[in-house]
C-alpha cells in the first residue's frame, strides 16, 4: 500500500514538473513565397503571398507549431506570352491571358529545435508534415480574340507535404516576433511541386 502511494505520489509530482514546463501561445503571420511546378509553363509562376495563424505548444525541450496557411500565385503574363508563342508556333504579342491563379491551402505540423536559448534571440530549426490543397482558378486564353482551349485545370487536390527550414524568434517579454524560411514538397503525382514561404510573424 505505502509503495503504491509513493508511486502515486511520484506520478503526480512528474506530471506536476511537466504541466509546469508547458505553456501555449497562438499568433499570426503573413507569408512571401516562391512556387517551383514543373511543366513547360513552370517559368510562368514565381512569387506569391498569403498568410496564415499557428498555435504554439512550448515543451521541455521543443516547441510543436500547429499552422494553417493560404498562398495565392498569379502567373506572369508576359512570361506566359512569351511561353504560349514558342509552343503553339505563334507571334507572342497575339496572346491575352486572364486568371490563372494557382492556390495552395495548407495545415501543418511542424517541430521547433532551438539552437541557442538566449534571452532575446533565438535561431531554430523545423521540420513537419501536413496536408496541402493545390488548385488553380479558371484560365481564359486568347490569341488575337479567338479563345485558345486545352489548358488543364486543377480542381482542390489534396496532398501529403513536407517541409523543412530554419528560423528566428526575437522575444520581447510574452511576445515574440519571428522570421522562417522552409522548403516544402507537396507529393503530388508525378513529379512533386515545390515552393518555400518565407514567413513573418508574431505570438502571444
Do not use: C
Not at 143 to 149: D, F, L, S, T
Request: proline share 3%; net charge neutral.
Amino acid at each position: 500500500m505505502k509503495r503504491s502511494l509513493l508511486v502515486v505520489a511520484m506520478v503526480t509530482f512528474l506530471a506536476a514538473g511537466v504541466s509546469a514546463q508547458v505553456s501555449l501561445g497562438w499568433g499570426v503571420h503573413g507569408n512571401y513565397a516562391m512556387l517551383d511546378v514543373s511543366g513547360q509553363l513552370s517559368s510562368v509562376y514565381g512569387s506569391g503571398a498569403g498568410g496564415g495563424a499557428h498555435i504554439d505548444v512550448d515543451l521541455m525541450m521543443i516547441t510543436l507549431r500547429f499552422s494553417g496557411d493560404y498562398v495565392t500565385f498569379s502567373p506572369d503574363q508576359d512570361k506566359y506570352r512569351s511561353e504560349l508563342g514558342q509552343l503553339l508556333g505563334n507571334a507572342a504579342t497575339g496572346y491575352s491571358i486572364d486568371g490563372g491563379n494557382i492556390s495552395i491551402l495548407s495545415v501543418n505540423a511542424n517541430a521547433k529545435w532551438t539552437l541557442l536559448p538566449i534571452p532575446v534571440v533565438s535561431p531554430y530549426l523545423t521540420g513537419g508534415i501536413g496536408l496541402a490543397q493545390l488548385s488553380s482558378g479558371d484560365l481564359t486564353v486568347k490569341y488575337n480574340g479567338a479563345a485558345v482551349g486545352g489548358f488543364p485545370k486543377v480542381n482542390g487536390e489534396t496532398k501529403t507535404a513536407v517541409n523543412i527550414g530554419a528560423g528566428v524568434d526575437l522575444k520581447f517579454g510574452g511576445i515574440a516576433l519571428y522570421a522562417e524560411a522552409k522548403y516544402t514538397w507537396i507529393l503530388t503525382e508525378g513529379n512533386s511541386t515545390k515552393y518555400i514561404p518565407i514567413s513573418i510573424g508574431i505570438t502571444f
